[in-house]
Every structure is written in C-alpha cells, then in structure tokens.
Nanobody
C-alpha cells in the first residue's frame, strides 16, 4: 500500500479558500486514480472528488461541484484539491485515497490506500 500524506488543511472563514495537497514519497501517483473523501464525527465517509490517472476525467459530488477543483501536478507527484466558497458544512477531516479508476460513484471500496486525514474547519 502507498503511504499518502495530506497537507494544506486549517481554519478559514465562510467564503474563504483552502488548497489541499496529496502526495507520497514511496510511489508515483501517475498510474493511480486519486480521490478525496471527507468525514465528520458520527457520519459515513463521503466521497467528494476523484481524478483519473491521466488527469483527463474528474468527478465531483453535488455538495462541492462548482466550488472545488481537483488537479494533478505530475512534476511534483501530487494531487491538489482547491476549495473555494467554503461553507461551515464543509468542516470535516479530509482524506486522499488511491485506487485504479475514478468512477462516477466515489465509493470508498474503490480505493486501496489512504492518508491519515487532515482537518478543515470553516467558521466565523
């Protein structure tokens, strides 16, 4: 399994922006689909976005579509999640995950390796 590491989390006011990064030093991400999930206490982990290995296909949950953008920086071996117009309901622990393909369903079971998660808090 890959060791994935998330960075870029923190606290921001509603309407603000954050960019999360997912990377690994143990393997190239070029051959993997990468997804972002988030979880709040007491709720199931929610798939919010994924990107195909080639970067030519991406998918977003309805809750973030139009506000979040996923992209690859292959030279840096990382995947970014740019989060704009953040809302208090975006507060969660965010996880990146590695799998074989980016589907329309964003099922947790489609992904094999996970990061430890990083906190994002949106509040006044």
């Amino acid at each position: 399994q890959l060791q994935l590491v998330e960075s870029g989390g923190g606290s921001v006011q509603p309407g603000g922006s954050l960019t999360l990064s997912c990377t690994t030093s143990t393997f190239t991400l070029d051959n993997s689909a990468i997804a972002w999930f988030r979880q709040v206490p007491g709720k199931a982990r929610e798939g919010i976005s994924c990107i195909s290995p080639a970067g030519d296909y991406s998918n977003y949950a309805a809750s973030v579509k139009g506000r979040f953008t996923i992209s690859r920086e292959k030279a840096k071996n990382l995947v970014k999640l740019e989060m704009n117009s953040l809302k208090p309901e975006d507060t969660a622990v965010y996880y990146c995950a590695e799998g074989h393909y980016c589907s329309a369903y964003l099922f947790r079971s489609e992904y094999d390796s996970w990061g430890q998660g990083i906190q994002v808090t949106v509040s006044d």
